[in-house]
C-alpha cells in the first residue's frame, strides 16, 4: 500500500518570498502523484500532477513540483508567494488497486502568507 | 458543466438519526468515492466505486452505506449518526487511474 508524509503541518512565508511544502511517499510502483489546494471552507483544487512524463511539473498559479524518485519525494515550491497562496494543500498518491484506483492523501500542510 | 455536486452543505443530525448525503456528476465518470476530513487527518476513504453497481469499502466504512445504481449518482447514507461521525464529507470522480479526481465542495455534518 502506499503512504504520503507531509513533512511540516504548518509553514509560514511572507509575501513575496519562496514557497517550499515537502511530500515524500512510499510506494512498489511508478506512482501518480498530486498536490491539491484546499481555501477555507472550499471543496479541493487541483494543482499539478506527475503521472511518468516529465520530472518537473508546472501547475497552476505558479507552483510546481518535483518528482524525485531516488528520495521518493514530490516537492512543492513557488518561486514568490502571493496572499492568496494562503490555504491547505494536500499530496496525494494513486495507487491501483484490483477493483480501481484509490488517493492516498497526505495530513495536509497549512500555509500562512505574512504581509 | 457542474463537474460534482453534493448537497446539503451543512447539516445537524441527532445522533441515532438517518440521513443521505447526495453527490451527482455529469463527467461520465466511472470511478467515484466518498471521503471524510477530519483536523490533522487529511482525507480518509469512506467507500468507492468503479462503475454502476459496484462498490467496495475503503479505509473506514463502518457506519456508512453506498449504492451506485447509475454512473452519475453515488449517495452516501448514514445508517444511525454518531458524533464520531461529525466531520467534512466530500464525494470525488475520476475517469481512470492515475487521472486527477474533481471533488465536490463538501458537505459540513455535525451529530449532536
Known amino acids: 500500500a502506499q503512504s504520503v508524509t507531509q513533512l511540516d503541518s504548518h509553514v509560514s512565508v511572507s509575501e513575496g518570498t519562496p514557497v517550499l511544502l515537502r511530500c515524500n511517499y512510499s510506494s512498489s510502483y511508478s506512482p501518480s502523484l498530486f498536490w491539491y489546494v484546499q481555501h477555507p471552507n472550499k471543496g479541493l483544487q487541483l494543482l499539478l500532477k506527475y503521472t511518468s512524463a516529465a520530472t518537473l511539473v508546472k501547475g497552476i498559479n505558479g507552483f510546481e513540483a518535483e518528482f524525485k524518485k531516488s528520495e521518493t519525494s514530490f516537492h512543492l515550491t513557488k518561486p514568490s508567494a502571493h496572499m492568496s497562496d494562503a490555504a491547505e494543500y494536500f499530496c496525494?498518491?494513486?495507487?491501483?488497486?484490483?477493483?480501481?484506483?484509490?488517493?492516498?492523501f497526505g495530513t495536509g500542510t497549512s500555509l500562512t502568507v505574512i504581509p | 458543466n457542474a463537474g460534482v455536486t453534493q448537497t446539503p452543505k451543512f447539516q445537524v443530525l441527532k445522533t441515532g438519526q438517518s440521513m443521505t448525503l447526495q453527490c451527482a456528476q455529469d463527467m461520465n465518470h466511472e470511478y467515484m468515492s466518498w471521503y471524510r476530513q477530519d483536523p490533522g487527518m487529511g482525507l480518509r476513504l469512506i467507500h468507492y466505486s468503479v462503475g454502476a453497481g459496484i462498490t467496495d469499502q475503503g479505509e473506514v466504512p463502518n457506519g456508512y452505506n453506498v449504492s451506485r445504481s447509475t454512473t452519475e449518482d453515488f449517495p452516501l447514507r448514514l445508517l444511525s449518526a454518531a458524533p464520531s461521525q461529525t466531520s467534512v464529507y466530500f464525494c470525488?470522480?475520476?475517469?481512470?487511474?492515475?487521472?486527477?479526481?474533481?471533488f465536490g465542495q463538501g458537505t459540513r455534518l455535525t451529530v449532536v
Open positions: 496525494v498518491v494513486s495507487d491501483q488497486l484490483d477493483t480501481g484506483n484509490q488517493f492516498y
Open positions: 470525488a470522480s475520476s475517469y481512470a487511474f492515475s487521472a486527477e479526481a474533481f
